[in-house]
């Protein structure tokens, strides 16, 4: 009995020593040091893109967002670390971020903001995603060019100009248009070797998925090139480059926060806070429902409330701006905090500032917009897919009653029916998540193509509206476009979905045409593994 009660008194010490460890963690991780955390590194994200102050910020979805106040972003864009991890570099179409590309060519270059919490000076969406989007973009421009080059008679009015007007040997990439792989130093050799030799196998999956190379031909006049800029790079600044006398195209990579592993205890005005690398990172566990938008408007105010008033003012905040979007008609749950308890063993619980969130987190709407996008009165955002008289956007535009609309094909389960609305103009589908329903999507399919089907004979201008208006909304356009339109984006009521096979390919190559237009596209593979199954369902009923 003695032996078993020191063994438990052993075990009870063990626990203690874990549990404190985990809640002086918890201590630093407050709310206020991660608002004064991103404040901090803001401050350096804006002294870099004064540096050149013609260059386009962009902010990588979604940590970039709180570094950067939402008037100084020109665009988002969305590279994911998951596809440069060691071993799993990916190419992905689904996130091709041409709008970037343009963008870039069009303004000399740009520089993209985002941050990490790994104690890395940069995330693996900077370390490699980028520097291989870059690549394989180059890599399908040079293709292009030599193609048109070799081809000769081909050349239609637009490249003849570029030829004629330009240099010859530099249109052709035969010496100054640089393709390989820029990596950092830092990146092994054999990790390079690996991922250069998978270039080509990523070059022609690009050039299959019928994105449109064309338009970054003309568009990017020089080859794109990652640059990398930390807390701990060393720039003169009577020294700074003139961007434009580059040969290169340049894509200034920008890791916000500073890579020490330990936190540090900093003193700003009469208050002192704990430095979080990446706060920014994982909004919902530490946010309390806070957006980036609502940061940098309330931002003053938050920083200088202090540590004890911080979580009651973030509260209040939130509230308000969750009755104002209601009283408008828009969804808007209440926010409900959960704090984790760490109680055992009949100790008594600890409820930090450790918090998760439960209320759906949604997109900033800051993106580049194309010539097919509409602003509503409130600013936010609806993407026309071409001509096709199909437009997407999130469930807040629906509150807005856009006069262009004739009908509306509404996939959030959570929304209401507007009280003008007929059933012939008007369809509601409670479609969730594939990660809360494996089959919602697939289930509701038929009945959104039926209901397009009819209102695009009618000629009817229709809004397909999801909850962020980036995934289901999307993946419900893509499903009607490749049921009911041909390869050229003309609707033809399904004739030519009869004639050809469905394969990943081609749905591969509609999504990319839906995604040129609607650029804040972020589809989850969940629900593109259901649109995928609809097609074929659909095709195996068609009769022979």
Not at 255 to 284: K, L, M
Not at 385 to 402: E, F
């Amino acid at each position: 009995m003695a032996a078993a009660a020191s063994e438990h008194a052993a075990e009870e010490g063990t626990m203690s020593i874990y549990k404190a460890a985990r809640r002086i963690k918890r201590r630093e991780s407050t709310l206020y040091n991660a608002l004064r955390s991103v404040a901090d590194d803001a401050a350096f994200v804006a002294e870099i893109a004064a540096l050149w102050p013609t260059l386009p910020l962009v902010a990588n979805l979604r940590c970039g967002l709180w570094y950067a106040q939402p008037r100084s972003l020109a665009a988002t864009c969305y590279f994911k670390s998951t596809d440069g991890h060691a071993g799993n570099w990916a190419f992905s179409t689904a996130r091709l971020n041409l709008h970037l590309a343009l963008l870039a060519g069009e303004r000399g270059g740009c520089i993209i903001v985002d941050s990490t919490r790994k104690g890395k000076r940069f995330p693996d969406s900077m370390a490699k995603t980028i520097p291989i989007w870059c690549c394989v973009l180059n890599r399908a421009i040079q293709r292009h060019r030599l193609r048109a080059i070799n081809q000769g008679s081909g050349l239609n009015s637009e490249m003849s100009a570029v030829v004629s007007n330009g240099d010859a040997e530099e249109y052709s990439g035969s010496s100054n248009w640089d393709s390989s792989v820029h990596l950092p130093v830092w990146v092994l050799e054999t990790e390079r070797n690996a991922i250069e030799g998978r270039i080509e196998e990523w070059v022609d999956l690009f050039e299959s998925c019928g994105a449109d190379i064309h338009s970054l031909a003309l568009g990017l006049q020089k080859p794109l090139r990652p640059l990398w800029i930390s807390q701990n790079t060393r720039i003169w600044l009577n020294e700074v480059p003139d961007h434009q006398l580059w040969d290169f195209t340049p894509i200034i990579l920008v890791s916000a926060s500073a890579s020490g592993t330990v936190a540090t205890q900093r003193t700003a005005s009469e208050f002192s806070w704990r430095y979080i690398p990446g706060a920014g990172d994982d909004e919902e566990s530490w946010a309390r429902g806070l957006t980036p938008t609502l940061f940098w408007k309330h931002s003053y105010d938050l920083l200088d409330g202090g540590p004890d008033l911080c979580n009651q003012l973030v509260a209040d905040i939130v509230e308000k701006d969750r009755v104002y979007r209601a009283q408008r008609g828009e969804h808007s749950p209440q926010v409900i905090v959960k704090h984790i308890k760490c109680s055992s063993h009949g100790q008594e619980s600890y409820t930090g500032d450790h918090t998760i969130i439960t209320q759906p987190m949604n997109s900033n709407p800051s993106t580049l917009a194309p010539a097919n996008t509409q602003y509503s009165n409130d600013g936010h955002v609806v993407f026309w897919i071409g001509t096709s008289n199909i437009a997407v956007a999130s469930t807040m535009q629906v509150a807005d009653g856009l006069a262009d609309m004739d009908c509306i094909l509404n996939c959030d389960s959570t929304s209401r029916l507007p009280s003008n609305s007929s059933e012939d103009s008007y369809l509601e589908l409670p479609i969730v998540d594939s990660k809360d329903e494996r089959f919602s999507l697939l289930k509701n399919l038929p009945k959104a193509v039926s209901f397009a089907k009819n209102n695009l004979i009618a000629r009817r201008k229709m809004l397909l509206c999801c909850q962020s208006g980036e995934d289901i909304s999307i993946c419900v356009a893509l499903a009607i476009i490749t049921r009911l339109f041909n390869d050229t984006g003309c609707f033809d009521c399904g004739e030519s979905f009869m004639r050809r096979d469905i394969t990943k390919l081609e749905m591969r190559k509609r999504l990319v045409f839906i995604c040129k237009y609607a650029v804040n596209a972020r589809p989850s593979r969940g629900n593109l593994r259901q649109v995928y199954g609809f097609l074929c369902n659909e095709k195996e009923q068609l009769p022979h």
